[in-house]
């Protein structure tokens, strides 16, 4: 949970898809679908300075920015095919993204 775009809200996954969700009344903010194919997912979406990294297996890691009415923008504005995690979520530590899939990765923030 966090305030993104102006409004706070809990973000995670369905069974296809990453939203939004109003933590007052429940309702459904947005909706992000993948663009390559379906994910597996497990892994947990990351609030980074008021953006959002995602890491999933099919659709490797992106970082997207929300617009000023609290929707997340479709279109990434970074993105990295190296870290692809199908079951572990990665974190962040200083600028840096951490993960540990057959071998460490570390993946720069500021410019993915």
């Known amino acids: ?7 706070p809200q809990i973000v995670g996954y369905d069974s296809g898809s990453l939203g939004g969700w109003n933590p007052d009344t429940g309702k459904r903010l947005w909706q992000h679908v993948p663009t390559e194919g379906s994910d597996f997912n497990v892994t947990t979406p990351l609030i ?9 297996e099919n659709n490797a890691v992106r970082l997207h920015r929300f617009l000023k009415n ?6 990434p504005l970074k993105a ?3 870290l692809a995690p199908d079951t572990c979520s990665p ?4 600028i840096g993204v951490r993960h540990s899939l057959r071998r460490m990765y570390c993946l720069d923030l500021r410019i993915i």
């Open 48 to 56: 980074h300075e008021g953006k959002l990294l995602l890491a999933t």
């Open 91 to 94: 974190v962040i530590v200083a």
């Open 80 to 82: 990295n095919a190296s």
């Open 70 to 75: 609290g929707l997340l923008d479709d279109k």
């Open 1 to 7: 949970m966090g305030e993104l775009g102006g409004r």
